[in-house]
């Protein structure tokens, strides 16, 4: 499991923007009401590639919300 902490300054608005969004694309993402933290479970074997598309796409979320 990897937990990734969004600015705890942050409105909890976006923190739900950025979990539906990856959602949206396609990634299974956690999320706790009320605090500002994204749960990732990623499988015990994952590709590489898996790992950047996810980065590309967290990147890519962030750039659109900010």
């Given at each position: ?8 300054d942050a409105d909890a ?54």
């Amino acid at each position: 499991m990897a937990a990734v902490d969004i600015n705890e300054d942050a409105d909890a608005s976006v923190t739900i923007r950025i979990h539906r969004e990856l959602v949206r694309r396609g990634y299974v993402v956690g999320r706790r009401p009320g605090i500002n933290v994204l749960r990732l479970d990623p499988s015990l074997t994952i590709e590489e590639s898996d790992i950047q598309g996810f980065l590309a796409t967290f990147e890519s979320v962030l750039t659109d919300l900010g």
